[in-house]
C-alpha cells in the first residue's frame, strides 16, 4: 500500500491499517519534512501562543516508522501517477533523483493548497500564503527577523481573521481587505457583520468590497499593497484567499474529479479507478443538508476520512456518511460558528424556509462572566427541519453549535430542539438555552 | 383559571396562557413574596457573586399584575382543593384568614421542598435547607450577621457540592458528609471520585459513608453536628439531603400521585382530574430512556412544563416528550454533567451495555489554558444506541453534555456520533472532540 501524503488523512489511514493488517507493507511519501501536524494550530503557533513549532506534530516521521513500522519517506514528492501499471513516480528531494514504486493499493491524501493568484510584485519577500506547517514557521522567522510593523491580510475568511488576531496579539497594526462585502462568507451577512464590528472596535482596519491590485516591493522586500481603491503600506502580507483541492496528480489517468476540482470519491472513500482511494483536503465529501457532493478542507474531515478509507483499506467495510458543513473559529474574544445551510445557500435552491434570530446569553444573566450571544437558526417551513445554525458570541457560545449539529444530522425539527433536555445550570446557561430560545421562534 | 405557585412553572404557564387568550381571568397563588426567581442562582448569591437578590428575580408580582393583567396573589397559600366542586380554600398569610375561590380549570405548580429529616436538635439556629428564593436570602443575612467560620454540609449532591464552592469562597473551613460511598449519586463513583478528589484538593473535609445522628446547639445555635463516627463542630449547616415533590394538596382528592409521589400527569400535563393539570417540581415526567415514569426537579423542567400546559390550557395540543435525566453543575474550575442513563441505572435493567472512558484535553493540547476533560460514553450492547454519558472536567468540559443529550433523543449509536461533523478549531477541541473519541470506543 502507498500513501501519498503524511498529514491527518494519510497517516490516520496509514495507521487504521497497520492495527489491521501487522505485516503489510506501508509507504508514506511526503513532499514536506513533517507528518501529522496541526496546521489550523498556525495562527496561534505564529502569535507565540505555542512554545515551539514542534508542539503542533502529533507524530514524527521516526514514531511512524520505528514504533508502528510505517515507512515514512519525507521530502519524497510523488509526481506522476501510472494508474494502469499501478506505480508511482518519485522525486527524491534531496537527492533530486526519481524513481517508481509499485503499489496494490494507493491512498491520494495530497491535502489542499492555499490560492495565490497571479498578481503583480506577487513574488516578493513577506508575503505568505498558510499551508503547511512550515509555511507557518517560514512566517515566523520572518516576524523574528525582520519586526513587521504594518501588516496586511489579504481575505477576510478563517485563515484571514485568525491571523487578524495573531498579529494584532504581536502588537502590528493590521489591515484586512477582502473583495467581498462582507468577511467570513460562509456567514450571511447580518452575523459577519457582527464579527465585522467587533475587529473594527479592536483596531483591525477593515475594508470591503476592495479588490487587491498588484504589490509594490523595496530592495525585494514587499512595502506595498494596492487595491482599487487605495494603496496601502505593508511590510507583511498574509494571504488568506482560500484554498483549492491538490488534485492535480490525476491529470492523465482515470481517476475523475468532481466538487470544487476535488477527488471524485464514493462514501467509501474510493476512486473513481479500483485499487485507488482519497481523504482529505483532496477530496470530495457528501454534503447531508445540500444532500450531494461538496469539497471542504477541514482537519476534522480528513480525519474521518483517513479512518474511513483505513477500515476499507484493510478489509472492513463502512462508509462516511458525510459533513454538514460546520466550522468554528474566534477573533479575540469573540466566538463564532456556523453548521448547515446559511441564508445565502437556501437562496440558490428552492426550498422555502425559516429565519430565527435572537440575542441571549452565554451563563443566566446575573452570573459573573455571562457574555452576549446571537443565535441564527433556519428551519424548512412547513416540516420544521433545522437546515442550519450560525452563532457569534462570547465565552461559551460557540460550542454550542454541536447541539445544532447534531439535530442537523438526525433531522430534528425545530420543535424538538425545543424539547431537548439540554443543560442548565447558572455558570453555564440561561434556563432556555440560547439554541432553544431561537427554535421556540421558528415553531 | 387558578395556578398554584408563581415560579417557573406556575408562571410560565401564565404568561403562554395570556398571550394566547387576553380575556381570560387568571389567578396565582404563590405562599411566598417572590414569582419566577431562579432558585438555581442561590449558592451563587450566597458566594456574593450576585450583587442582589433582586437580580435572581425574572419577573416581579407587580409586573405579572400590570403588564399582564395577571392577578398574582403572594402570601396567599392554597390549603385545599375540592376538585368536586372545583374551589380551592386559601389562606391570606398576611391577614391569617382563609376564603374559597372557584376555578374553571387548575394547574397546580406547587414545586418541591428540601427533605429535613427528624434529627434530634434540627430545630437550631443556623441549619438551613434550600428551596425558596426566601431561604437563601434567609442563609446569605445569617451569615452577614454572625460571620460563621466553620461550615458542614450534609449532602454531596447538587446543592451540597455548589454549596461547598459558596462557602470556601466566603473562607470558612468546610466539612461536608454523605451516608453514600461517594458524592453525586446521579453519577457512576468512578466519575464522583475525579469530583471528590478535586473538593478535597481544594480544602473541603470530606466524610462518606458517614450517616448523620444528630445536632448541638448552645444557646440556640448549632454548635455541632454528629455523625456515627465523630462529632465535627459547626456554626452554619447546609442540609442538601435532596428534594420531595409538594403533593400534599392531593390528599383526599382523586388526583393521583405516581413517580416519587410526584402528581401523576400524562405528556399533555394533566392530572387524573379533568380540568386539573400539574407541572413543574411537583408533577411528574416521562424518562425518555427508561421509557418509564420518573421525576426530576429541574428549572429548565419546570420551564418546559410550564410552557406545554400552558398551551394546552388555552386551547392548543402540545405534548411534552420527555427528560434525559440532564444534568450539569460544577465545583469551583471542575465542570460535572450527565445524563442518561447511568452505569449504576443500568445494573437494575436487564440491558446489556458497554462502556467506555477517556481522558482527553479540552482544547488542543497546544493550545493555552487546554484542561483534562474525562468523558464516559455508555452503548446499548448490539445495537450501539447511546444510553448515557457523564463528563467531568475543566474549563469547556461540561456543556459537551448537550450533544450526547441530543444523540440520545435522536436514538444515535455510537458510530453515529463518531459521524458527526462537531465543530473543530485549536481553541474549541481537539481535532477528535472528547464525545467523539469516547464513541470510538464503543464501535
Given at each position: 500500500m502507498v500513501v501519498i501524503g503524511g498529514d491527518a488523512a494519510g497517516m490516520s489511514a496509514a495507521s487504521k491499517v497497520r492495527r489491521a493488517q501487522p505485516d503489510r507493507e506501508i509507504v508514506v511519501f511526503e513532499r514536506g519534512k513533517h507528518t501529522s501536524y496541526a496546521a489550523c494550530g498556525m495562527p496561534y503557533f505564529i502569535a507565540g501562543l505555542v512554545d515551539d513549532s514542534e508542539q503542533l506534530i502529533a507524530r514524527k516521521p521516526d514514531v511512524f516508522r520505528e514504533k508502528q513500522n510505517i515507512n515514512v519517506r519525507i521530502r519524497h514528492e510523488v509526481i506522476n501517477i501510472d494508474d494502469e501499471s499501478k506505480k508511482v513516480e518519485v522525486r527524491d528531494i534531496e537527492k533530486d533523483s526519481t524513481f517508481w514504486e509499485s503499489y496494490d493499493e494507493l491512498l491520494i491524501a495530497t491535502g489542499a493548497s492555499p490560492i495565490r493568484p497571479d498578481f503583480k510584485g506577487i513574488g516578493a519577500d513577506g508575503i505568505f500564503g498558510l499551508s503547511t506547517l512550515q509555511t507557518g514557521i517560514d512566517v515566523f522567522e520572518y516576524i523574528n527577523k525582520h519586526s513587521p510593523k504594518k501588516a496586511v491580510i489579504v481575505g477576510g475568511g478563517y485563515i484571514g481573521i485568525e491571523m487578524a488576531e495573531a498579529l494584532l496579539d504581536l502588537d502590528m497594526k493590521v489591515t484586512l481587505f477582502d473583495?467581498?462585502?462582507?468577511?467570513?462568507?460562509?456567514?450571511d451577512k447580518d452575523m459577519a457583520d457582527l464579527i465585522a464590528e467587533y475587529m473594527q472596535d479592536s483596531g483591525i482596519e477593515l475594508y470591503l468590497n476592495e479588490k487587491l491590485d498588484r504589490f509594490e516591493s523595496e530592495n525585494g522586500k514587499v512595502s506595498s499593497v494596492i487595491t482599487d481603491q487605495r494603496e496601502e503600506s505593508a511590510d507583511l502580507v498574509i494571504l488568506g484567499m482560500g484554498v483549492k483541492p491538490n488534485a492535480e496528480l490525476t491529470n492523465g489517468t482515470a481517476i475523475e474529479t468532481g466538487a470544487k476540482g476535488a477527488i471524485k470519491v464514493n462514501k467509501k472513500l474510493q476512486s473513481t479507478v479500483p485499487g485507488i482511494w482519497a481523504a482529505g483536503d483532496c477530496a470530495e465529501s457528501f454534503h447531508l443538508v445540500k444532500n450531494e457532493k461538496t469539497w471542504i478542507a477541514l482537519g476534522t474531515v480528513a480525519n474521518k476520512h483517513g479512518l474511513v478509507a483505513g477500515i476499507n483499506l484493510s478489509g472492513g467495510d463502512i462508509e462516511f456518511p458525510g459533513v454538514c458543513g460546520t466550522a468554528i473559529t474566534k477573533f479575540k474574544d469573540l466566538e463564532i460558528s456556523r453548521t448547515g445551510l446559511s441564508e445565502k445557500e437556501l437562496e440558490e435552491t428552492g426550498i422555502k424556509y425559516k429565519i430565527a434570530k435572537i440575542e441571549s446569553r452565554t451563563r443566566s444573566g446575573y452570573y459573573p462572566g455571562s457574555g452576549k450571544i446571537t443565535v441564527k437558526l433556519i428551519s424548512e417551513e412547513g416540516s420544521g427541519k433545522i437546515l442550519g445554525g450560525q452563532i457569534v458570541g462570547f465565552a461559551g457560545s460557540a460550542k454550542r453549535i454541536d447541539t445544532i449539529v447534531t439535530a442537523i444530522t438526525a433531522g430534528m425539527s425545530a420543535q424538538n430542539i425545543v424539547d431537548l433536555d439540554l443543560s442548565y445550570a447558572p455558570p453555564f446557561s440561561p434556563v432556555w438555552d440560547p439554541v432553544q430560545t431561537a427554535a421556540r421562534r421558528l415553531v
Amino acid at each position: 500500500m502507498v500513501v501519498i501524503g503524511g498529514d491527518a488523512a494519510g497517516m490516520s489511514a496509514a495507521s487504521k491499517v497497520r492495527r489491521a493488517q501487522p505485516d503489510r507493507e506501508i509507504v508514506v511519501f511526503e513532499r514536506g519534512k513533517h507528518t501529522s501536524y496541526a496546521a489550523c494550530g498556525m495562527p496561534y503557533f505564529i502569535a507565540g501562543l505555542v512554545d515551539d513549532s514542534e508542539q503542533l506534530i502529533a507524530r514524527k516521521p521516526d514514531v511512524f516508522r520505528e514504533k508502528q513500522n510505517i515507512n515514512v519517506r519525507i521530502r519524497h514528492e510523488v509526481i506522476n501517477i501510472d494508474d494502469e501499471s499501478k506505480k508511482v513516480e518519485v522525486r527524491d528531494i534531496e537527492k533530486d533523483s526519481t524513481f517508481w514504486e509499485s503499489y496494490d493499493e494507493l491512498l491520494i491524501a495530497t491535502g489542499a493548497s492555499p490560492i495565490r493568484p497571479d498578481f503583480k510584485g506577487i513574488g516578493a519577500d513577506g508575503i505568505f500564503g498558510l499551508s503547511t506547517l512550515q509555511t507557518g514557521i517560514d512566517v515566523f522567522e520572518y516576524i523574528n527577523k525582520h519586526s513587521p510593523k504594518k501588516a496586511v491580510i489579504v481575505g477576510g475568511g478563517y485563515i484571514g481573521i485568525e491571523m487578524a488576531e495573531a498579529l494584532l496579539d504581536l502588537d502590528m497594526k493590521v489591515t484586512l481587505f477582502d473583495m467581498a462585502p462582507q468577511v467570513m462568507l460562509t456567514m450571511d451577512k447580518d452575523m459577519a457583520d457582527l464579527i465585522a464590528e467587533y475587529m473594527q472596535d479592536s483596531g483591525i482596519e477593515l475594508y470591503l468590497n476592495e479588490k487587491l491590485d498588484r504589490f509594490e516591493s523595496e530592495n525585494g522586500k514587499v512595502s506595498s499593497v494596492i487595491t482599487d481603491q487605495r494603496e496601502e503600506s505593508a511590510d507583511l502580507v498574509i494571504l488568506g484567499m482560500g484554498v483549492k483541492p491538490n488534485a492535480e496528480l490525476t491529470n492523465g489517468t482515470a481517476i475523475e474529479t468532481g466538487a470544487k476540482g476535488a477527488i471524485k470519491v464514493n462514501k467509501k472513500l474510493q476512486s473513481t479507478v479500483p485499487g485507488i482511494w482519497a481523504a482529505g483536503d483532496c477530496a470530495e465529501s457528501f454534503h447531508l443538508v445540500k444532500n450531494e457532493k461538496t469539497w471542504i478542507a477541514l482537519g476534522t474531515v480528513a480525519n474521518k476520512h483517513g479512518l474511513v478509507a483505513g477500515i476499507n483499506l484493510s478489509g472492513g467495510d463502512i462508509e462516511f456518511p458525510g459533513v454538514c458543513g460546520t466550522a468554528i473559529t474566534k477573533f479575540k474574544d469573540l466566538e463564532i460558528s456556523r453548521t448547515g445551510l446559511s441564508e445565502k445557500e437556501l437562496e440558490e435552491t428552492g426550498i422555502k424556509y425559516k429565519i430565527a434570530k435572537i440575542e441571549s446569553r452565554t451563563r443566566s444573566g446575573y452570573y459573573p462572566g455571562s457574555g452576549k450571544i446571537t443565535v441564527k437558526l433556519i428551519s424548512e417551513e412547513g416540516s420544521g427541519k433545522i437546515l442550519g445554525g450560525q452563532i457569534v458570541g462570547f465565552a461559551g457560545s460557540a460550542k454550542r453549535i454541536d447541539t445544532i449539529v447534531t439535530a442537523i444530522t438526525a433531522g430534528m425539527s425545530a420543535q424538538n430542539i425545543v424539547d431537548l433536555d439540554l443543560s442548565y445550570a447558572p455558570p453555564f446557561s440561561p434556563v432556555w438555552d440560547p439554541v432553544q430560545t431561537a427554535a421556540r421562534r421558528l415553531v
